[in-house]
């Protein structure tokens, strides 16, 4: 036996008991004729001392252990004199009477600290001793709080968990597929899924009625900073639903999630369709923590003689509160700088600012009245002290500035708090999206989805106009301005499915080979159905108020899809390929 | 809204009130003026029934539903004039006022019946429709439900479920590999993990303490029947942990699942040796739901002029009870050519009947005295209508084919009985097998696992024959002769585990370019760990008393590794393959 007791859970209650413990030496501090260690598992620290004039010999030996070694001790359980109110074992400290050492350690390449010296590259390489810094633990362990509470909650729903299968068929939509060679059968290959998409609505077919699965998934896509090649989703799906039902369940899984684990209520979610959102924050996707929205000034603004928004397709601002008087023309003119970054793209930016006195200031005071600017501000709603910054341009590509902008202002004026929680669901997505460059139609959400019901005729009788205007019955869960997941309810008619293929540009013989088994499941009594997926590895670094994910996940790769502590991927044996009936063609 | 409650819901309690339902046609019966139908859900099946005389038309329509139409139906809870006792919504039905027709079905391939008439391809080509069966289905929810408690008991033991990665390295060592070519670093590779033991072993030494999964594992293997390349482990690990807080940790877990899902008691496991098993069963997993335990008769046997017996290493029998008078010489020939198969290999079988009168009838008769035969019937407890089977020839040889003899006999004497679960702990396997073959040592276990603490010196410094006799720190869980899992305590010193890959026949540059991360890890104190895995599939058909696997898995492959559903694997586009810089090198 290793231990009696874990690190964490000694109290003043345990003085005088004889325990053993084990775990890491995290410090040692030596005091003349005391020696101290403080003794590290996951549970805790718990403080262990050796004294010079008792034990010399034991005393000698615990000076030379050095940072990470592992050991094993026996001793009393004492009130220290000196209390450490910061820690739970703070009251006590261990007499050491035996000490062991279980496994020596080298000096660790960064310090196993809270705020460590450590670069990325260095903690990913040494990722066992990164996971022993506290703040990489807590998150691990966080993800799996999550992961339980979700089961608990949704199995208390009657949903079942079911396996679905991770060797499948390789699709061409969507994103690109990982493939895996079958040996067996040479020449032929599976796909790793990219989502259980169609094993899950087969299940609503085979009348499982409430399916869930927290699952890996995979995408070998051109990878971008904080995404990863696999990744993990909260994947659902329940038959004879609606919408409402569907959003009712999972806006009730993520309220329980926040209230079970963060103690937080959440409230009801508020809705907004994907057009409000795009027309009041530029974004299908809106942080609503803070205000700003959208004042469109087209009416106000245009035909006045101010040439660059006559041009315009669209003027349009926000209101940022209380900042008339403090932003300065220097920074105004760096904000003008940082709206003309190639990454937001906009060609200037006009501001009014409604002063404390009453009195106006704009860039653009020379082409409108006060009082034409006074109509601005009470159209924006600003009072006294406020400022609009206001974009022109074109609808889409305006709006999508000023949704940078505007995020922007909400972290310099501080209204973006990490540990403030603002849900929404945002429904009514378009069904199709019209790719001008490739001439043909894309799926917004993915090729299963249904057109809203009122939509179905004129999905089946519209010309090609009327396709850009059908509405999607799919939703999309949004905190804080970051996308946690999305669903839709499917296409259950193999009439209505072959349509939609159809539409994005599939031939009957393409829909056939790639997706046959779902056409055919839908001629033997398909129920109604609607699903969604959260993605849980984002869903986790939300909950703990994180931007980035790769710190819930134990061994993330990096951005070229890299495991660098097991050197993956990396050639394989000449042999194996063989075996695969496959050969390198790698030019140079 | 589509339903207000599920077809398997109503009561008596419930009658007057308006329902909708919403399910599939399972049956209809048409009795002139009433058609009976019954409504199909995953919780139930109710009764619906319309009336000729109060809605001529309803009746007309409901009359024209198929077998597995999908409807939605409103109505009215009556009491049900016969009642059927056989189903929980027997005493209702619903009258019902309005019928909506959700979705239509082809005849199905098969009856959607608990015993159908769909042989084993069709049921896998249409496997949403296999899966609306009752067995099926409840197969398919009792996984989920020894999921979800796995996960409650080992959460509330301290354990973290950590998801370790998919896209790994591939590793010669073991099984094959699944590969997965990386398109961004042309000419390399993932594997797919056979299982996540580096992972969890890095796990214990960046101080998780105790690790849970339950996780997809893949083996590229040659299939036999009921082998999947896919498959769920329950994937532990815990570190500061000698191998009986291991045993106790997951006796707990499998009293516990027995208990909570089956409403069984365990009770405590015995353990034998796998010296013991092998003498005692012929078997590493013996059965011991029934005795007929072997018998060695070298010492009463040999020597006495049969030179059959006199030539073998051993001479083992079983005592079969109260067969001595029923077995007829035509059964105990069939039964000699039975163990003559190829598949067992015996070269005969001798027999020994101890009859009811004291008499004492054997095929070895002329060659020993009936005093002689009684002295093996003492050794072997024989009583008074028991007989003595018994096997010779080399040792390891002849104790397969009396184990396999023990089996076969425990099946035709009904003493297999599936309902009965006997657990059992295999304990203390040699660390290395001897291939003769090959000339090398294989790890009986894995090349991780440590030897017994008493025999780390003697591998260190022992000779060749030595190392055959290490014994390791191993341990399998074995139920009703069936292995459910194994494991071991592991290695965690890097000499020592650079001694066994020596061993195994590693060169130290494969050794380091391998596993250098993990032997780079027992550098940075690695704890003392051990760990178990559980094979899911298998444990969950053992817990249902079945022996495939198959309907466990939702979505199964075939022999051929093949997804007939899905049609997996299969060719993929060319471009693809382009992209991950491979050509295709398949030979006629």
């Given at each position: 036996m290793y231990r009696t007791n874990t690190c964490g859970e000694l109290r003043l209650g345990n003085a005088g008991m004889e325990v053993t413990l084990s775990g890491w030496v995290q410090a040692s501090r030596d005091l003349g004729g005391m020696t101290f260690i403080d003794l590290r598992d996951r549970y805790g620290i718990t403080q262990l001392v050796f004294n010079m004039e008792e034990d010399a010999d034991l005393c000698m030996r615990a000076r030379k252990l050095g940072r990470e070694f592992v050991i094993q001790v026996t001793g009393s359980v004492r009130e220290r004199t000196s209390k450490n109110p910061n820690r739970p074992t703070g009251d006590v400290e261990i007499v050491v009477s035996n000490l062991q050492t279980l496994n020596a350690s080298n000096v660790?390449?960064?310090?196993?600290?809270?705020?460590?010296?450590?670069g990325e590259e260095l903690r990913m390489k040494y990722r066992y001793l990164d996971i022993r810094r506290n703040p990489v633990q807590e998150k691990i362990i966080f993800r799996s709080k999550v992961a339980l509470e979700t089961r608990k909650y949704l199995s208390a729903s009657n949903f079942i968990e079911v396996e679905t299968p991770c060797l499948i068929k390789s699709t061409p939509e969507g994103a690109r597929d990982f493939i895996v060679p079958s040996r067996i059968n040479a020449g032929q290959f599976y796909a790793l899924p990219q989502s259980p998409q169609t094993f899950k609505q087969l299940l609503m077919v085979a009348g499982m009625d409430r399916y869930f699965q927290i699952v890996k998934c995979f995408r070998d896509e051109?990878?971008?900073?904080?995404?990863?090649?696999e990744f993990t989703q909260i994947d659902c799906e329940m038959a004879f639903v609606t919408r409402e039902d569907i959003l009712q369940t999972f806006e009730g899984l993520t309220q329980h999630l926040f209230k079970s684990i963060l103690h937080l209520d959440l409230g009801t979610f508020p809705r907004m369709s994907y057009d409000d959102a795009m027309q009041r924050y530029g974004s299908d996707k809106p942080d609503i923590r803070f205000g700003m929205e959208f004042v469109e000034l087209n009416d106000l603004a245009?035909?006045?003689?101010f040439a660059v928004f006559d041009d315009a397709e669209l003027v349009v601002g926000i209101c940022v509160p209380d900042q008339a008087e403090a932003y300065s023309n220097k920074q105004l003119n760096d904000l003008v700088e940082w709206v003309k970054r190639p990454q937001i793209g906009a060609k200037g930016m006009v501001n009014v600012k409604f002063l404390a006195d009453g009195s106006i200031k704009s860039s653009v005071g020379k082409f409108y009245t006060d009082e034409q600017l006074k109509e601005w501000g009470h159209k924006a709603g600003a009072g006294a002290n406020d400022m609009l910054l206001i974009l022109s341009g074109e609808t889409d590509k305006v709006r999508k500035q000023l949704n940078e902008l505007r995020l922007e202002m909400g972290n310099r004026l501080g209204?973006?708090?990490?540990k403030v929680y603002k849900p929404l669901w945002v429904v009514d997505f378009a069904l199709l999206e019209w790719d001008e460059e490739a001439q043909r139609f894309h799926a917004m959400h993915h090729p299963f989805t249904s057109p809203k019901a009122t939509d179905i005729e004129r999905m089946f009788s519209g010309d090609h106009e009327t396709m850009k205007s059908l509405r999607a019955d799919a939703y999309d869960l949004v905190i804080n301005g970051v996308e946690i997941g999305g669903g839709s309810i499917r296409i259950h008619d193999r009439k209505l499915q072959e349509k939609n293929f159809k539409l994005l540009g599939f031939t009957p013989e393409e829909a056939e080979n790639q997706f046959g088994f779902l056409l055919g499941a839908f001629?033997?009594?398909?129920?109604?159905h609607g699903g969604i997926a959260l993605g849980f590895d984002r869903l986790c670094a939300m909950m703990k108020g994180?931007?980035?994910?790769?710190?819930?996940?134990a061994f993330p790769k990096n951005n070229m899809g890299k495991d660098v502590m097991i050197d993956a991927p990396s050639p394989i044996d000449p042999e194996q390929l063989k075996e695969l009936s496959l050969k390198l063609d790698v030019r140079p």
């Open positions: 660790p390449p960064f310090t196993i600290e809270n705020e460590t010296d450590g051109d990878l971008r900073a904080d995404r990863q090649p245009k035909d006045k003689g209204l973006r708090d990490p001629e033997y009594g398909a129920p109604p994180e931007t980035s994910i790769r710190d819930f996940i």
